[in-house]
């Protein structure tokens, strides 16, 4: 054992380093220092690690995956439209023709024929980039978490939509960066209030580290960015010095055939974020960040301490694919199929859903939102949901300071239409019994927080 206070040596390249004893702690008493019972050197965690905590929808899984379940909980892309027998003979000829390469380790920056495959489907939403720009990352999460490794100090803060994408929000606390949100309404982010955010903050002499937004078919919200907020959207970020961090996986799988123009078309100094994970296949995990060349550098070797590179095998599956298969045809296929469930959902929510519903109607993706009548709390109906064999995700997870308690995010993308019209079905039995237990004892409907904060406040709950 050490003595209380004995220097520590350690040997570093032959010769010995004497690290000098730590000063007491003034303001702890010895004898309660002394009494403490020692923290196993497993539980000493770092402190950013009490901001990880298992997201609602991750613990609902287990649950929701039940076959009984109408689980219109997840995200998961529907795989059914791919060309598994095509893909599969793609792969075993990847393997036998080019498996010394796709094996072994690769470039930390990405497979450089992926990268200049990625900037034509950028293409596709406006976007001139050149492949040198974009980092090749395990999904777009890796790439968000690296973005935010790299610009977020513990106490920084971001300003996110609210509610925003639960995998955003988990990255952002764990880089311990404090999240703002600004609310949205049925054409997204409301530049007036992000600008109120912005004055409000400068205020206090805070500049946030950056705007992280979901212009495109919103997840959770459902709503898409106008066109015409977007200039307005980066001209204020300009005007009070803050970035701009685009993510975009659900930009290709719009309903109505409008394809809108990236923020990062409009102005290159946007980080921009996109997936294969929504318009190919999640399981592959390859996303990308495409990032000015101040960023590139920084990101490349944060990219290199995480991974080392990513997984050429998965890259060279996609690069494949985009070479050799009609991808646009199968981005067209897979919105077709989502924009077929949408429409089942919609129709289920007016037909069965109770007077005080309102919806979020999407024109891409996956997602609608739904807020509840005034009084029904979605987290404390999920257990009651669940029995009924209907799952979602409520609302609370979608934000970082415990608003969306009234309301639930309902994804149509995996279920069939017939599944996802029982499934609103029973999510309505289950809110008109809440109501009924309202009703019956007289319960006052207890206002939602994001009522106590103002009811002026816009949410995304356009019927
Ligand atoms: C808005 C948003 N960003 C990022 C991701 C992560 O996607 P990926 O599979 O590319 O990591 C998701 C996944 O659901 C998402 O909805």
């Known amino acids: 054992m050490f003595a209380p206070h004995a220097p520590l040596s350690s040997r570093s390249g032959g010769s010995t380093v004497t690290i000098p004893p730590s000063p007491q702690q003034p303001d702890v008493p010895v004898e309660r220092a002394a009494a403490a019972a020692p923290v196993p050197p497993s539980e000493r965690f770092a402190a950013r690690t009490s901001g990880m905590v298992a997201s609602e929808i991750r ?8 076959p009984e379940v109408v689980s219109l909980a997840g995200g998961m892309p529907n795989l059914a439209a791919l060309p598994l027998d095509a893909l599969s003979a ?33 293409r596709e939403e406006g976007i001139e980039a050149d492949p040198n720009d974009v980092v090749v990352t395990v999904g777009s999460q890796m790439a968000l978490d690296l973005v935010t490794r790299l610009f977020c100090d ?5 300003l996110a939509e609210g509610p925003s994408y639960v995998g955003a929000l988990g990255s952002f606390a764990a880089y311990q960066a404090r999240v703002v949100h600004v609310a949205m309404d049925e054409h997204g982010l409301v530049p007036e209030l992000l600008e109120q955010a912005l004055r409000s903050l400068a205020a206090r002499g805070v500049t946030p580290k950056f705007l992280y937004t979901i212009p495109n078919f919103h997840n959770p919200a459902g709503v ?4 015409e907020r977007r200039q307005r959207v980066l001209d ?32 290159r100094d946007v980080i921009y974020l996109g997936s294969f994970s929504k318009t190919f296949a999640s399981g592959l995990r390859v996303g990308w960040a495409l990032v000015p060349p101040a960023v590139r550098d920084r990101l490349v070797l944060a990219a290199e301490s995480a991974t080392l590179c990513p997984p050429s095998f998965t890259q060279m599956v996609v690069s494949r694919y985009l070479a050799k298969h009609d991808w646009r045809a199968q981005v ?65 997870g979608f934000y970082a300071d415990g608003l969306g308690s009234r309301q639930l995010r309902l994804s149509y993308c995996y279920p069939t239409p017939e599944r996802i019209t029982e499934g609103v079905r029973r999510l309505a039995g289950v809110i008109e019994a809440e109501l009924d237990v309202r009703r019956t004892f007289g319960l006052p409907a207890a206002p939602a927080p994001e009522l106590r904060r103002g009811s002026h406040t816009p949410s995304p709950d356009t019927a």
């Open 154 to 158: 513990p106490g920084d803060v971001v």
């Open 332 to 396: 067209k296929a897979y919105t077709e199929q989502y924009r077929e469930r949408r429409d089942a959902m919609l129709a289920a929510l007016e037909t069965y859903l109770p007077e005080g519903c309102t919806w979020t109607v999407p024109d891409g993706g996956f997602y609608v939102w739904v807020t509840l009548p005034e009084g029904v709390d979605a987290k404390a109906m999920l257990p009651r949901a669940v029995t009924a064999r209907v799952a979602y995700a409520s609302g609370t």
């Open 59 to 66: 613990a609902l899984f287990a649950v929701a995956s039940r």
């Open 224 to 227: 898409t960015l106008a066109v």
């Open 90 to 122: 793609d792969v075993g000829d990847l393997v036998a023709r080019e498996g010394q390469v796709a094996l072994q380790y690769g470039s930390a920056q990405g497979v450089p024929a992926l990268r200049a495959q990625i900037c034509e489907v950028m």
């Open 236 to 267: 204020l970020c300009a005007e009070y010095g803050v970035g701009v961090v685009e993510d975009n996986p659900y930009g290709l799988l719009g309903f109505s055939g409008t394809r809108y123009p990236a923020l990062r078309s409009l102005d």
